[in-house]
C-alpha cells in the first residue's frame, strides 16, 4: 500500500529552500541595479522614485525572515499530522 504525498512533508523543504534563495537573490540583484540607476540618474523626480523602489525592497527583504518561519512550521505541522496518521493505522506499510 503507498501512502500519498502529504503538504508539508520533509520532500517539500528542498523545494522551499531553493524557492527562498530564489527570492533572495532577485530581491538582491533589483537592489544592485536600482542602487546603480540612484547613482547615474541626476534627474530628482528619477532619484525619488528610484529611492522608494530601494525602500520597498528593504521592506520586502524584512519579511524573509517571516517566510521562513512559516514555511518551517508547515513542514513540522505536516510532519506531526503524518505521525498522528501512521499512529491512527492510516499510513504506512501493509
Known sequence: MQVAK???SLNDLPTSAIMIGGLVITVSMVVLVL???NGSTTVASANTIIGKGITAMGTYADWFGTIVIVII???IL???GGFY???RGHGGRS
Open 35 to 37: 542602487i546603480g540607476m
Open 85 to 87: 496518521m501512521v499512529g
Open 73 to 75: 512550521a508547515v513542514v
Open 6 to 8: 502529504r503538504k508539508g
Open 78 to 80: 505536516g510532519l506531526i
